[in-house]
């Protein structure tokens, strides 16, 4: 499939594990650069890896989505890695203490 969006920056909370890795996967083999941002450094870390494995770009963040100053940190970081560039946006985490899903960040160009 193509979404038309190749080489744009995709920010995926809660993308370590299941849904939100399923995001991370699948924009990745849409062009995406990937910015997975979790809770679980580690895991985000380990998805990172696996879409740097099969040729794409990406990059993992430890993030907390109910914490602004985190969030506020880990965008900044990531357009220090990934440039100034758009950003589709996905979001799949949800926090232990609200069932409710999230938006993070969504950019349009610049
Ligand atoms: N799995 C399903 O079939 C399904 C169906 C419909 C809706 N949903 C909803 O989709 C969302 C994700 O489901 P899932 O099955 O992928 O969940 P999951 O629990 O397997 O994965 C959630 C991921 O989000 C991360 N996370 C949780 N809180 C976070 C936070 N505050 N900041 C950053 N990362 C955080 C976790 O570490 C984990 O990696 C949930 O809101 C769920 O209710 C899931």
Redo the contacts with the bound molecule.
């Keep these: 499939m193509d979404l038309g969006i190749r080489g744009k920056v995709a920010l995926v909370?809660?993308?370590?594990?299941?849904?939100?890795?399923?995001d991370c996967l699948a924009l990745a083999a849409e062009g995406c650069k990937v910015a997975v941002?979790?809770?679980?450094p580690e895991?985000?870390d380990l998805v990172a890896k696996q879409i740097l494995a099969d040729g794409g770009a990406a990059r993992g963040y430890g993030?907390?989505?109910?914490?602004t100053g985190q969030v506020t940190e880990a965008v900044a970081a990531m357009e220090r890695d990934s440039g100034p560039s758009t950003s589709a946006s996905t979001t799949?985490?949800?926090?232990?203490r609200s069932?409710?899903?999230r938006t993070c960040a969504t950019r349009t160009g610049s």
Excluded at 13 to 22: C, E, F, I, V
Excluded at 37 to 40: A, F, N, Q, R, V
Excluded at 92 to 96: E, F, L, M, Y
């Design positions: 909370t809660g993308g370590a594990r299941s849904l939100g890795k399923a941002l979790d809770l679980d895991g985000a993030c907390d989505i109910r914490d799949r985490a949800s926090s232990t069932a409710s899903s």
